[in-house]
């Protein structure tokens, strides 16, 4: 594919234009007065925005949303290679690129600092991108949720900067060439494709060696997985421990988010930010979307949060800083898990993240990318998490019998936690009085 693709091509399709990165990238195209065109199987908040934007979206994949003279194909990295779409831009000869492969080719032209990290990705980038924008560095940004201020997932800037998440499944970061590169953290993750921690850790050790001469790494010393990355590693650039950094005292709840910011200002002295200006604008960092965010008030003025955590790791910070910020209050929790191998493989990891609820309500599995796999349901993380954390633990399947029981059991000043990668955060929302 040539470095200059995107300057000669007029008309791209994308093959799950959705997906919070996908629309991202096909927002650039936008902006760069390409025609775009996509199809994805759901509607969702940045499908939305992208049709707003001036694509044209299909809804379902079809052989017959491709047109003859499109120039390129992009597709998301969820989308299997039996995609009706897929097949027909071969037939058709058109040239098909991956998702992160047309990353790698933005990133190779500009100077890339690349978020990496099992959690905490989307908040970091973030943290970053609302700190540069501020100083004035404009750089382009792509990231995995909604900025807050701008209320976008793509940034267009005009320096060299490109800031970008970087994302470990599939080895997917592998084709960005970071200058800086930020690793939050390494655990278990995305089993479905990477089996055990080892060859996490070796994907991790890949991208850390593709860091050049006079590049960054910014990573914690003491944290156990990054540690053996960086001993697999072919090290060139210099490594810097973030937790070395100062501990602000911030607006959003959680020790992960103070490490988070850490990791911002060791960054910030590399793009020369004043600390002071780094400090101010951290420390009135009000979040992104779907990562601790405040939603508003039920009827009876409970509480509504929602967030992405998916993970175990994520679930227990998450629960944890919100008992912090409502220690007197009682936290329900709402949990949709997300990919039948994630809740299989880790579902003892899982039982042991819901200390700090109250009570917890489990809902259906939400599949995503998946088949249908019978050897797990939901109804195990229930027994699971009734065995190892909570009592007041049930299944309900359907939405709107969750939000019935909710209108009937909360009580004023409750706090209401919706959690998971899918659709869940849709309960909150129709909980909430204007």
């Not at 047309?102 to 690349?114: E, H, R």
């Not at 060299?160 to 800086?180: G, Q």
């Not at 593709?210 to 960086?230: D, H, M, S, W, Y």
């Not at 917890?360 to 019978?374: G, L």
Request: net charge positive.
């Amino acid at each position: 594919m040539n470095q200059n693709i995107f300057e000669e091509i007029k008309k791209i399709h994308f093959i799950g234009i959705g997906g919070i990165g996908v629309s991202a990238l096909a927002q650039m195209m936008l902006l760069n007065k390409k025609k775009v065109i996509g199809s994805d199987i759901l509607v969702g908040p940045a499908l939305e925005q992208i049709k707003k934007s001036g694509a044209k979206v299909f809804i379902g994949h079809k052989k017959s949303n491709l047109a003859r003279n499109t120039d390129i194909i992009i597709y998301s990295p969820a989308i299997k290679q039996d995609n009706p779409e897929l097949i027909q831009a071969k037939k058709l000869n058109i040239p098909v690129y991956s998702y992160p492969e047309a990353l790698g080719l933005i990133s190779k032209n500009k100077y890339t600092i690349a978020v990496s990290g099992t959690h905490g990705k989307t908040t970091t980038t973030a943290m970053l991108a609302e700190v540069m924008i501020s100083t004035k560095k404009s750089p382009t940004i792509i990231i995995g949720g909604f900025l807050k201020e701008q209320k976008r997932n793509f940034i267009s800037g005009k320096s060299k900067y490109f800031i970008v998440e970087a994302c470990e499944y599939k080895k997917s970061f592998l084709n960005l060439f970071p200058d800086i590169l930020i690793i939050t953290n390494i655990d278990n993750d995305h089993l479905d494709y990477f089996k055990n921690i080892k060859n996490i850790q070796n994907a991790f050790a890949k991208l850390i060696s593709k860091v050049p001469q006079n590049g960054f790494i910014i990573c914690n010393f003491k944290e156990q997985n990054t540690k053996q990355a960086l001993k697999l590693a072919k090290i060139k650039a210099k490594v810097i421990d973030y937790i070395k950094e100062k501990r602000l005292k911030l607006e959003i709840p959680g020790k992960h988010n103070i490490e988070n910011a850490q990791a911002v200002l060791a960054v910030a002295k590399l793009v020369n930010v004043k600390k002071e200006q780094v400090e101010k604008y951290l420390k009135k960092y009000l979040g992104v979307w779907r990562r601790f965010e405040y939603k508003g008030r039920t009827k009876k003025r409970a509480l509504i949060y929602d967030d992405y955590a998916h993970h175990p790791a994520e679930v227990k910070a998450t629960l944890k800083a919100i008992k912090n910020k409502f220690s007197d209050k009682k936290i329900i929790v709402v949990f949709q898990p997300h990919l039948y191998s994630r809740t299989k493989f880790l579902l003892n990891d899982f039982a042991k993240s819901f200390n700090y609820a109250d009570q917890v309500i489990i809902t259906d599995i939400y599949a995503a990318r998946e088949k249908k796999d019978k050897s797990i349901h939901a109804k195990d993380l229930v027994k699971a998490i009734r065995t190892k954390a909570v009592d007041s633990v049930q299944y309900i399947s359907d939405f709107k019998e969750i939000i019935k029981y909710l209108k009937k059991n909360i009580n004023k000043d409750d706090v209401i936690m919706t959690m998971g990668a899918g659709d869940v955060y849709k309960i909150g929302e129709k909980l909430i009085v204007k």
